[in-house]
């Protein structure tokens, strides 16, 4: 965490040091146990230095200041520990904070790799600066090249792809925000992907890059595709079945008024039983076979989305 530490007696003469030498502060040799705390500074520090270390073992409370040296910012934190001797901690801040740089670009690449999503962005420049594992993957397939970051984003691309793209990149760093579907062939099957292309804005709110996110989404468009096929025949159904059920239906409304009429004699009342009952059975065959149909449709549709998994 570029920390480093030494004892130091109320006189100035460090006990115990451990540190990096390495360290630009540290690089006049000044840093053995014997030195002087003063030593370890240049002489701008003196005085500064001297009267924190009087105020560090005065008060027994910590104490911290900071400061510059050379191009390097550093931080001194010092606590007394016994009536003759106290501890401190120096913290290069500058190194500090380039190592966090580091380590959030390494977690961002990271997150951005396991996403399953391509995810890649580039500057004004067309040049990559961001590609994750998937992208990465998707363009060697296509082009049968490694593309690297630094890399124009057209590199390796044929001509017509080269055509296609260009003015849409150009609109997102104009400062538009795109999304579109895209049907695409891959190992001679229909693949669908979402493109989502967003403009990379600087904090002064002007355009310096686009980023874009390539989701693949064939299952859902297959199964969206099967359930429509689905709703198309359960409606086409729905009218031959409504069609189908008017006569029977009108021949029951018709001939139920007259089995209420005491002037019918026998013979018609027979006839009239006999027609009932012939639209009855078709009443009843027809509905037979909706529930028959609508079985077919859940096991076919049930079929086709376990094949999907």
Not at 110 to 119: E, F, G, P, Q, R
């Amino acid at each position: 965490m570029y920390n480093y530490t030494f004892k130091i007696a109320r006189n100035g003469v460090i006990r115990s040091f451990d540190a990096d030498t390495d360290d630009p502060i540290f690089k006049n040799g000044l840093y053995t146990s014997g030195g002087t705390f003063s030593a370890l500074f240049n002489s701008s520090h003196t005085d500064l230095l001297s009267g924190f270390l009087t105020r560090a073992f005065d008060s027994g409370r910590l104490q911290c200041i900071e400061f510059y040296y050379g191009d390097d910012f550093y931080q001194l934190k010092c606590i007394r520990t016994q009536a003759d001797e106290a501890l401190c901690i120096i913290t290069n801040n500058t190194k500090h904070s380039q190592l966090l740089k580091e380590l959030e670009t390494h977690n961002l690449q990271t997150i951005v790799d396991a996403y399953v999503d391509s995810v890649w962005s580039f500057d004004r420049n067309y040049s990559l600066v961001v590609a994750n594992k998937a992208f990465k993957t998707t363009r060697r397939l296509l082009d049968q090249q490694e593309l690297k970051i630094g890399d124009n984003i057209f590199m390796y691309v044929k001509d017509e792809t080269f055509k296609k793209w260009l003015p849409i990149y150009k609109r997102v760093l104009n400062g538009e925000s795109i999304f579109f579907e895209e049907k695409r062939l891959r190992d001679n099957e229909d693949q669908y992907v979402e493109i989502y292309l967003t403009p990379v804005c600087s904090k002064f709110n002007s355009v310096i890059g686009v980023l874009g996110i390539t989701r693949d989404v064939t299952e859902r468009k297959k199964a969206q595709q099967v359930i429509e096929v689905y709703a198309a025949e359960l409606e086409e159904f729905a009218f031959k079945t409504s069609h189908e059920l008017r006569r029977p239906v009108a021949n029951l409304m018709s001939l139920a008024p007259l089995m209420d009429m005491d002037s019918e004699n026998v013979a018609d009342k027979a006839m009239s039983k006999h027609y009932m009952d012939e639209s009855i059975a078709q009443l009843d065959e027809i509905v037979t076979g909706m529930a028959q149909l609508i079985q077919q449709y859940k096991t076919k549709l049930s079929r086709e989305q376990e094949s999907l998994k």
